[in-house]
């Protein structure tokens, strides 16, 4: 039995058959949102890292340093990690493209991807709500953690393998133009948050990967003012009109997705 199960913001748990694998763990900064127990971070097989920015990468000293599971990871986020006081050398793999991993139950392979890229009139959106609603200084220290964290020359999404089922997690939804993108996905987990019309930029790369399944993260206002809650209810609807054979799902959190054979 495989199960998916988001805790917000870009963290995925995927249960294969009892193998536990983490993917970008973050506590969220919004004190309005429920939050998981740190040992639910820590009691995993493997913990794996997209890419370096804070909101995938700042809770891992913390987590690392109660949990016996390695975290796999691109080169930068190691190097930010040695930076905190992580012992690097026992606690973190650096992975590169195209490298397997062989698990229990199944594989993992890392995938090179890219970072969304915002556009200005986004920019400037995010810029007036913080002044709007009187957090610019809240938004500034945001700002600033998150320069602190910066997302190196990889980021890496994520093909699993188990029970015949292909999965694959990407940590934002950017994609490398000059790499061809995988094929026979039976679920992608795709990040809906970072442009202002995410249904009209996701749809066509979802088009050429033809997944059966996609599962939405990342929509949720994870640490305002610099993320918003995002609409879904539009992707779902024309997605379902364009491509009824792709079933969508927009996860609850901390509520396990059971996975047919």
Known sequence: MIKITWFGTATILIDLNGEKLLFDPFFRMNKKLEQPALQEFCNVDFILNTHAHFDHTFNFPTILEHS?????????????????????????????P???????NGT????????????????????????????????????KTH??????????????ECENKKIMVFGSAGIDETKELPKNIDILIWPFQG?????????????????????????DNAYPPITS????K????????KHP???????????PIEIDD
């Open 98 to 104: 195209n490298e397997m991993l062989e698990t229990k």
């Open 147 to 160: 320069k602190n964290y910066p997302m190196g020359n990889e980021i890496f999404a994520y093909e699993i």
């Open 195 to 219: 442009k202002m019309n995410m249904t009209k930029y996701s749809i066509p790369i979802i088009e050429k990967i033809k997944p059966k399944m996609i599962i939405l993260d990342h929509f």
């Open 245 to 255: 054979e792709m079933k969508v799902i927009v996860p609850k959190f901390h509520q």
């Open 229 to 232: 809650n995002v609409n879904t």
């Open 108 to 143: 993992i392979k890392t995938v090179s991807s890219k970072h969304v890229q915002s556009n200005l009139f986004h920019a400037m959106l995010v810029a007036l709500k913080s002044i709007f609603i009187f957090k610019a200084r809240r938004a500034c220290k945001l700002l």
């Open 68 to 96: 016996s599971a390695k975290l796999y990871a691109p080169y930068a986020t190691y190097e930010k990690l040695k930076t905190l006081g992580v012992n690097v050398e026992d606690k973190v793999q650096v992975l590169k």
């Open 234 to 241: 539009k992707f779902v609807k024309i997605l379902g009109k």
